[in-house]
């Protein structure tokens, strides 16, 4: 049991990776607030954790609603241990097509809900002097192949997690960001068949991740088993590029 005793808050949890996180970490020992703006969505995330799974209705956009639920966490739990910052969006746009308000959506989940949950998060861990954060990022951040908003938004989450690595060293946080590539979520379901096979080919491995095994390396992150890495980009993509 990695995470044996520990306190979790996982973003974006009603489903794809962030559902398997919640699972996997409340198998691994924690108690997980599972968060995200479709309830419903979390209340089948959390079926059968028991008290190990908390639905927490968290919309990492509105700062107003990311305090409320840290404060939730602070009087049930007294403390947290581990926040993954896993929401976010994508949006099919052209880059000479892409209206501002798409831009400000995508940045607004992927880069300032991630701040906004990391700075309630890492005020309670230097309390603490410990604790974990990992951010999800995505091989487009490296590789280009997606909407530029995302791309943009994935790469900047690189350089959040490098900088607040280093500055909250001191107050005994680690900050990791993990690479996913093309991986099997609800997010891919919109993607035609044909951009899919391609997709495909492009990975040594030759198959799309599993939610479950984003689930395990996000473990291992947030885990003692990590004492010494911070600031690090962790790539789980079967190859296909090489961090
Ligand atoms: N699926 C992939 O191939 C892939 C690849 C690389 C990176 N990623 C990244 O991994 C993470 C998880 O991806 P996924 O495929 O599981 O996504 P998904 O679309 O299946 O799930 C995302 C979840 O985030 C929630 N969400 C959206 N806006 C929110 C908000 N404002 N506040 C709180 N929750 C919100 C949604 O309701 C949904 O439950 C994302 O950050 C994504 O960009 C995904």
């Known amino acids: 049991m990695r995470l ?22 409340a198998e691994q020992g924690a108690t997980v607030y599972a968060a995200d703006i479709n309830v419903e969505a979390l209340e089948e995330t ?10 927490q209705r968290c919309d ?44 400000n959506r995508v940045i607004g989940v992927n880069l300032t809900g991630a701040f906004l949950c990391s700075r309630e998060a890492a005020r309670l861990m230097s309390q603490a002097g410990a604790g974990a954060i990992v951010n999800l990022a995505s091989t487009a ?23 607040t690595a280093r500055e909250l ?15 099997d979520t609800p997010m891919m379901a919109g993607i ?6 391609a997709m495909v080919k492009a990975i040594p491995l030759a198959r799309l991740c599993l939610p479950e095994e984003i689930a395990r390396v996000a ?4 885990s003692d088993d990590a004492s010494f890495i ?7 993509n079967g190859g296909m590029a090489f961090l």
Not at 5 to 15: D, K, L, P
Not at 219 to 222: D, K
Not at 230 to 235: F, L, P, S
């Open 4 to 25: 044996e005793g520990r306190i979790a808050f996982v973003t974006g949890a009603g489903q794809g990776m962030g559902r398997a996180i919640v699972r996997h970490f």
């Open 46 to 55: 959390v079926a059968g954790l028991g008290e190990r799974g908390r639905v």
């Open 60 to 103: 990492v956009t509105d700062e107003t609603s990311v305090k409320a639920a840290f404060e939730r966490v602070v009087s049930e739990s007294g403390r947290l241990d581990i926040l993954v910052n896993n929401a976010g969006i994508g949006s099919h746009d052209a880059f000479l097509d892409t209206p501002l308000e798409h831009w």
């Open 141 to 163: 951040a490296m590789t280009g192949e997606g909407p530029s908003h995302y791309c943009a938004s994935k790469a900047a989450i690189m350089g959040l997690t490098r900088s």
């Open 169 to 183: 060293a001191a107050n005994g946080i680690r900050i990791n960001t993990l690479v996913p590539g093309p991986t």
């Open 192 to 197: 035609p068949a044909e951009w899919m096979e």
């Open 219 to 222: 473990a291992f992150l947030a």
């Open 230 to 236: 911070t600031g690090q980009n962790v790539a789980v």
